[in-house]
């Protein structure tokens, strides 16, 4: 068996489950998430808990019984606490602002880089080197700052870029460091 997949789902209080099929809803204080699952996977809700299980050990089923479980884990989770991406913008003159509902990010280009918010993400700039994105569901929140990471990703030689807080960026040595006098 799965390990994760047979880990009840523990649903906090203000969190409602709704199974219709192969759908599952859940909605909380924050958002209502839908999210489609495969018609092999068994869901079922008791005394509080979401308990997903398997036809059978075919290989397809067992790869499906953790992910079902981590997806509507996330979801349950996403709901009722929700997640956010914390990014470090590091570089001399590289600065970040929002204006409206857009990002506006200076990044050492000759031009402003804008990037709009997108339903269900909100972002937040608390200083002009520092942005948190956050919202309900785990992969829009992590795409989201993956795309923004992208516009410029950190250098290895001066550490420059758009980095995660907590993420180490492996420096290199430049040209003269390896010159032998």
Same mark, same amino acid.
Not at 49 to 74: M, W, Y
Not at 100 to 126: A, C, R, W, Y
């Given at each position: 068996?799965s390990?994760?997949g047979?880990m ?8 409602e489950?709704k199974?219709?099929?192969n759908?599952?809803?859940v ?6 998430l839908?999210?489609e699952?495969?018609p092999?996977m068994m869901?079922?809700?008791?005394n509080n808990e979401?308990?997903?299980? !398997?036809?059978?050990?075919?290989k ?9 479980r981590?997806l509507i884990? #996330?979801?349950?989770?996403g709901v009722s606490e ?6 470090d913008v590091?570089g001399v003159g590289y600065r970040?602002a929002k204006?409206?509902?857009d990002?506006v990010?200076n990044?050492?280009f ?8 997108i339903e269900g993400i909100?972002?937040d700039?608390?200083?002009?080197n520092?942005i948190?994105i ?11 700052a993956a795309e923004?990471?992208e516009? !410029?990703?950190?250098e290895?030689y ?6 995660y807080? #907590?993420?180490?960026v !492996?420096r ?8 032998k006098?």
């Amino acid at each position: 068996m799965s390990r994760i997949g047979r880990m009840p789902i523990t649903v906090p209080a203000g969190v409602e489950v709704k199974i219709d099929g192969n759908v599952v809803t859940v909605s909380g204080a924050k958002a209502t998430l839908t999210q489609e699952i495969h018609p092999n996977m068994m869901i079922a809700v008791e005394n509080n808990e979401i308990h997903v299980t !398997r036809p059978n050990d075919e290989k397809q089923n067992r790869a499906l019984h953790g992910l079902t479980r981590s997806l509507i884990n #996330n979801m349950v989770v996403g709901v009722s606490e929700g997640y956010k991406k914390e990014l470090d913008v590091v570089g001399v003159g590289y600065r970040v602002a929002k204006q409206g509902k857009d990002l506006v990010m200076n990044l050492g280009f000759s031009h402003q880089v804008t990037m709009s918010e997108i339903e269900g993400i909100t972002i937040d700039v608390p200083g002009p080197n520092k942005i948190i994105i956050s919202g309900p569901d785990k992969q829009k929140v992590g795409q989201f700052a993956a795309e923004v990471r992208e516009k !410029r990703p950190p250098e290895p030689y001066k550490g420059k870029g758009i980095r995660y807080v #907590n993420e180490f960026v !492996r420096r290199k040595e430049g040209k003269t460091g390896s010159k032998k006098k």
